[in-house]
């Protein structure tokens, strides 16, 4: 391994307060994981520097190795940072976390519960969430701010099927426009109808084959969503998991047959609706669910 004088050039300022704490770390990880130590710190480096120099964390195991620290790290401190570069550092802190902070691994492995939904948008939030994105600074991401709430609030769909939704996949009649999702749960989506308008307005300005949110990526992965948020610098809780639990939810409400929605939701059985429906009004049309989450 190297020796614990090694001084990398671009923290070399700071080596005198973060050396013999990085040093530490790698020389445990290496121990423990068996990787080899020079290849952990280029990452380990980098990543202590910021947290201790950007974020302000003080040089302590618990408080920076944490799985959420990493992935702040990676999407903020590694914005200039080629894509294999953002995998391959991720991969090594993933290594290091479950090496150095025991706690953080058992915690970050525990179940969540399945029988907690994600929590719905209430309407003030769904309104908040139309003033931002009406409030995004270009027109391009005004544009791709109304796609993500159309497809998630209009449709329903997941986050992934939000990424690789493109305007060839939409069926658009005079009165309504379906979404036809084409991998995973194949299905066609009716866009709810106080979405269709705005979905039309953004449509008029994109070619056929490009995708609709984030028009010009070649590829779709989750980072693509996170960046976009992280750049509209927004403190609201922009996500597509509420955005389809608040879709079901209305749908439920507005009385749509269960065996439908099921169709339309991509959902393969009617406890996963029990599930939402626990959110809805007493007096909603819920009561139109099958008591079939026991039988089938």
């Not at 068996?34 to 003080?58: E, H, I, K, N």
């Not at 999702?181 to 109808?193: I, L, S």
Request: charged share 25%; net charge positive; with cysteine.
């Amino acid at each position: 391994m190297p020796p614990l004088d090694y001084r990398p050039i671009n923290a070399l300022p700071y080596w005198d307060e973060i050396g013999e704490f990085v040093n530490a770390a790698v020389a445990d990880t290496a121990s423990i994981s068996g990787r080899d130590a020079r290849s952990l710190y280029p990452a380990a480096v980098a990543f202590v520097m910021w947290c201790w120099q950007s974020r302000g964390t003080p040089l302590e195991r618990p408080r920076i190795f944490r799985r959420v620290v990493v992935e702040e790290f990676v999407h903020l401190g590694m914005a200039s940072y080629a894509r294999g570069s953002k995998a391959t550092h991720r991969a090594t802190l993933t290594i290091m976390v479950e090496a150095l902070n025991p706690a953080e691994t058992v915690r970050s492995r525990r179940a969540i519960p399945r029988s907690a939904p994600t929590q719905p948008y209430t309407r003030e939030e769904v309104a908040a969430l139309h003033s931002w994105a009406a409030a995004q600074g270009t027109r391009r991401r005004h544009h791709d701010a109304i796609a993500l709430l159309a497809l998630g609030l209009g449709a329903g769909l997941a986050t992934r099927e939000i990424l690789g939704a493109r305007v060839a996949d939409l069926e658009t009649q005079d009165d309504h426009i379906n979404v036809i999702v084409w991998e995973g749960r194949a299905r066609v989506v009716p866009v709810r109808p106080d979405w269709q308008r705005p979905l039309r307005r953004i449509l008029a300005d994109l070619d056929p084959a490009a995708l609709i949110f984030r028009p010009g990526r070649t590829g779709a992965s989750p980072g693509q969503l996170t960046d976009f948020l992280l750049r509209s610098r927004t403190e609201l809780d922009v996500r597509p998991s509420r955005m389809r639990t608040t879709w079901l939810l209305e749908h439920l409400n507005a009385g749509t047959p269960p065996k439908e929605l099921l169709r339309i939701s991509g959902l393969k059985n009617f406890a996963a609706l029990d599930k939402i429906a626990a959110f809805a009004p007493k007096t909603g049309h819920t009561s139109a669910l099958p008591a079939t989450s026991k039988s089938h």
